[in-house]
C-alpha cells in the first residue's frame, strides 16, 4: 500500500523552526513532483510549496518564501520542508502530496495521485 508519512509537527513560539519530513513508500517518488498544502483551522486547504521530481526546482507562495524552503532527498525517498521565522498564520495542518507530474497549485487535495495524513503546527505569539 503506497504511503506519505509526514512527521514533524509540533507546537512553537513565533519565531522559531521546524522541519516536517514525509517519507514515501511504495511508489516511484523520485519520479514524482511534490508538494506541501496546509489547512488553517475554519479555512480552506492551501499551497505552500512544491518541488520537481528531480529537485532543480521549487515554489512557493508568497507568505512564505524566504522563510520555508522546500526539499527532498530521493535515494531516502523523503521529502522536507523547513520552516524558519514561524508566525501564528502559519498554524494549520500541513499535508504532503505527490503526482506524477506538474499540476496546478489550485489542484483539490483529493486529485493528487497521493496524499498524507497531515501533521499539526501550532506557532503561537
Known amino acids: 500500500q503506497v504511503q506519505l508519512v509526514e512527521s514533524g509537527g509540533g507546537s512553537v513560539q513565533s519565531g522559531s523552526s521546524l522541519r516536517l519530513s514525509c517519507a514515501a513508500s511504495r511508489f516511484a517518488f523520485s519520479r514524482y513532483y511534490m508538494t506541501w498544502v496546509r489547512q488553517a483551522p475554519g479555512k480552506g486547504l492551501e499551497w505552500v510549496a512544491s518541488i520537481y521530481a528531480d529537485g532543480m526546482k521549487t515554489y512557493y507562495r508568497a507568505s512564505v518564501k524566504g522563510r520555508f524552503t522546500v526539499s527532498r532527498d530521493n535515494a531516502k525517498n523523503i521529502m522536507y520542508l523547513q520552516m524558519n521565522s514561524l508566525k501564528p498564520e502559519d498554524t494549520a495542518v500541513y499535508y504532503c502530496?505527490?503526482?506524477?507530474?506538474?499540476?496546478?497549485?489550485?489542484?483539490?487535495?483529493?486529485?493528487?495521485?497521493?496524499r498524507g495524513q497531515g501533521t499539526q503546527v501550532t506557532v503561537s505569539s
Open positions: 502530496a505527490g503526482h506524477r507530474e506538474v499540476i496546478v497549485t489550485t489542484t483539490p487535495l483529493d486529485d493528487y495521485d497521493y
